[in-house]
């Protein structure tokens, strides 16, 4: 039986512009398995961010469901949505989007800082920093964590940004057009490295509109007229290691087989 | 955890937080400065207010007085044992003064005091000039003028009894500074034929040749307000124009016992210049003078006389000054003054008074030493409060500039916000984080506003200093006009304590409505944001 990690069903949203109105969404419906890579294309405009942040809790629909492992995200209180988007979820911008205040390792640490009280965090500091520093180590910039976001180049901000997203070991990681602001080479590395994190079992939707970025993925589909139209198959040698073959990083994991899946 | 953390990560790397904890420290340290001058000013009013009566007066509001007040003052005595510690009766009306040496007149307010009890009943005393270095040798009955004497060496010596007086305030002085002053004091002959010594600043005749002694005519003393006869210098020291001893002629009116002049010829009074007197307070410095309570009950006909049907009037003063013992609550005393009053009037005075008497017995009121005062006091409690309700006016402005500054941060940071709550943070906690970060600027502002205040109401007399040496147009506080030598440099504790948490309650209220709109805003669109 097919584990949908997570089931967006008729997501709805617009946007008023004026007097009138703009519909980005009109009933997009997506289903994502455990496990699975997972890439959202469509041309500029046709809301694939906006899906994308409906998926992360980060916006909320007009109109439609978004479950996470059965239970509707937008159902639930604001303190348990808070909760999904602090450990179930991880978000990778294409603008990076870290705090210029913070170095790199706080910057990984953040999603901890916000987790824990004042008190709690006394006893989990030293953990959560160590977490960070594997974390910083597996992006390859171990020797970088003192130096400020303004100091990095925007592949390293972008794996940074990756690190951050991965330190709570969510079940999902949403990444909009994580490559689309750096050059092809570290575009390269930065997918590479992503598709190094799904091989672990990592359950990964991306945004983008890289036709070359999309073969990566498991499955692409393709947003059009504010519905998702099709799915344009998977990559060569899809999905067939189990998460914990690959040295699973993720918190209860299943390990199934993903199925893709249009709906 | 992060709202801590970011709190004290933006207060020192934000510049606009600077902005933020200069206009808290600023306003911080002009609150405290205006309630500590204001403050220590009143303090001061009460104070020398309180000096100028005792705790309780009995006031018959008529230049023309009441009798029975020394057999009242044996009654309270025997009624109120415990309530009591002294009494004394006081003479009050207006005359002329003239200081024949200076060819000069004036309008005075005159007191007559018995000056042993009128010490006793409030600090009068501790403003007496002469007295402060000659202990003992002020006193209004009849006197000559001391003469300093001038040695072969031209050395001076004092009179005798000033000489003695003189080594038992050296003895009994511990402050050793103003026996240093004194010792340093300059002696200069100003004149050959007619040598005049200067001596601690004042003007002492002498003798040519000779011993030191007493010259002229025995004549009542007079203690004139500081300000009437001497130049008050800008540093709040006076000048003395005239030597002790010297010749002041008071005119006084007499009244009868109905209150109408006698028609007597205005009374002349040759008096000598005993000593003066400060209070503190200008109004009563350039006004008052003080002589003997029973010389001036005679001049002004308020002592017994007798009638032509061969009665004797009862003597009448104006006011009866009544000190408390320690720990009586003053106006419990003064409700129970009030009641003997009533007692005193209906059950120890004869039943046949006339009516003028009757009357001037009716019309006195048992007032405590605040109620004398109370304009006087009323005036600057109210000034105060003007003035510290504007200056907390001008800091409303500190906290809509706050309020301000937060709201740039919040438009700054709203990229910031987004974040946050896409890592997962709660609404409630990034409108903690801007209020913690508002209460760090709050505590940061307060702390240093708090220093600068106090800094500055610690020097403010040396800063004055400095001002007006840089141009006398900037020396704001005149003694002349404020009565007072020094700008108060007093800081309460108290004061300062609610100043710094107000200032950081403020903060906090001036980030409440930019931390509510950041609190409120979706993940998405503060991510949105240019």
Not at chain 1, 142 to 170: D, F, T
Not at chain 1, 207 to 220: L, N, Q, S, W, Y
């Amino acid at each position: 039986m097919s584990t949908a990690i997570l089931n967006a069903k008729g997501i709805h949203k617009a946007y008023k512009m004026g007097r009138g109105e703009v519909s980005v969404l009109r009933g997009a419906s997506l289903r994502v398995e455990e496990g699975e890579f997972v890439v959202i294309m469509g041309s500029s405009g046709s809301g694939k961010s906006t899906l994308l942040h409906m998926l992360g809790a980060l916006d909320k629909p007009d109109r439609g469901q978004v479950e996470f492992r059965g239970q509707s995200v937008f159902d639930q209180s604001k303190p348990i949505r808070n909760h999904y988007r602090n450990q179930d979820v991880g978000f990778v911008f294409q603008f990076y989007h870290l705090l210029p205040e913070l170095n790199v390792l706080e910057n990984i640490a953040i999603p901890r800082l916000v987790y824990h009280s004042f008190f709690g965090w006394r006893a989990a500091k030293r953990k959560s920093f160590a977490e960070a520093r594997e974390m910083l180590e597996r992006v390859g910039l171990a020797e970088r964590e003192k130096h400020r976001p303004s100091e990095l180049s925007g592949g390293e901000m972008q794996r940074v940004a990756i690190a951050r997203a991965l330190l709570n070991r969510p079940a999902l990681l949403l990444a909009d057009e994580p490559t689309g602001n750096l050059d092809a080479k570290i575009g390269t590395e930065v997918l590479a490295m992503l598709q190094e994190f799904n091989d672990a079992g990592q359950t990964i939707v991306m945004v983008t509109h890289d036709g070359c970025v999309a073969e990566k993925a498991h499955r692409t589909v393709r947003l059009t007229d504010g519905v998702i139209q099709a799915d344009s198959g998977t990559r060569s040698g899809s999905k067939s290691k189990s998460g914990s073959e690959a040295g699973d990083h993720r918190r209860g994991d299943s390990g199934d087989k993903p199925k893709t899946e249009v709906v | 955890m992060y709202k801590w953390f970011l709190a004290w990560r933006y207060l020192h790397t934000k510049m606009i937080a600077f902005f933020g904890i200069a206009s808290v420290m600023l306003c911080v340290a002009m609150v405290l400065v205006v309630l500590s001058v204001m403050g220590g000013f009143l303090d001061t009013v009460r104070n020398r207010s309180r000096g100028l009566h005792s705790e309780i007066v009995m006031n018959s509001h008529s230049m023309q007085g009441f009798p029975y007040y020394d057999e009242f003052s044996q009654y309270l005595a025997k009624k109120l044992p415990d309530v009591i510690r002294a009494t004394t009766p006081v003479l009050s009306t207006y005359g002329l003064y003239r200081d024949p040496a200076y060819q000069q007149t004036g309008p005075t307010q005159v007191l007559g005091i018995q000056l042993d009890d009128y010490v006793k009943v409030n600090s009068f005393g501790d403003g007496l000039h002469y007295q402060k270095y000659f202990p003992g040798t002020t006193h209004l009955g009849p006197q000559q003028m001391p003469v300093a004497g001038m040695a072969m060496d031209h050395t001076l010596t004092l009179p005798p009894d000033l000489e003695e007086a003189n080594m038992r305030w050296r003895k009994s002085e511990t402050d050793q500074s103003l026996i240093d002053r004194f010792e340093s004091a300059p002696f200069e002959i100003t004149s050959p034929e007619f040598p005049v010594f200067a001596v601690k600043g004042e003007r002492q005749f002498a003798t040519r040749v000779g011993l030191p002694g007493y010259v002229g005519p025995e004549r009542n003393g007079i203690i004139m307000g500081c300000d009437i006869i001497n130049i008050r210098r800008p540093d709040g020291n006076f000048d003395r124009t005239i030597a002790r001893g010297a010749n002041i002629v008071l005119t006084l009116m007499p009244l009868g016992p109905t209150g109408n002049p006698t028609g007597e010829p205005a009374a002349k009074l040759h008096l000598r210049y005993a000593d003066d007197s400060r209070t503190g307070i200008y109004d009563i410095d350039r006004m008052m003078v003080y002589v003997d309570f029973d010389l001036l009950q005679s001049v002004l006909g308020m002592d017994s006389r007798q009638l032509v049907d061969g009665n004797f009037t009862k003597p009448r003063a104006n006011q009866l000054l009544i000190d408390l013992d320690d720990g009586v609550d003053m106006d419990v005393a003064k409700d129970q003054i009030a009641l003997a009053w009533i007692d005193f009037q209906e059950n120890e005075i004869p039943l046949d008074l006339d009516s003028s008497e009757q009357m001037s017995l009716y019309k006195v009121q048992v007032l405590t030493w605040e109620d004398m005062q109370r304009d006087f006091i009323q005036a600057v409690e109210k000034e105060k409060v003007l003035v510290t309700i504007l200056f907390s006016l001008i800091s409303l402005v500190a906290v809509v500039l706050v309020g301000c500054i937060f709201y740039m941060i919040v438009e700054k940071k709203t990229k910031d916000i987004g974040i946050l709550k896409a890592v997962g943070a709660s609404g409630r906690g990034i409108a903690g984080l801007f209020i913690a970060y508002a209460a760090a600027v709050g505590v940061f502002g307060s702390i240093l506003g708090l220093a600068v205040g106090c800094a500055f109401v610690w020097n403010i007399n040396d800063i004055q200093d400095w001002l007006a040496w840089l141009n006398p147009n900037l020396r704001v506080w005149s003694p002349d006009i404020y009565s007072f030598d020094k700008i108060p440099e007093t800081v309460k504790q108290a004061d300062a304590a609610w100043v710094g948490v107000i200032a950081i309650i403020s903060s906090m209220i001036g980030s409440l409505i930019p931390a509510y709109a950041a609190a409120k805003v979706w993940p998405v669109k503060a991510l949105r944001y240019e």
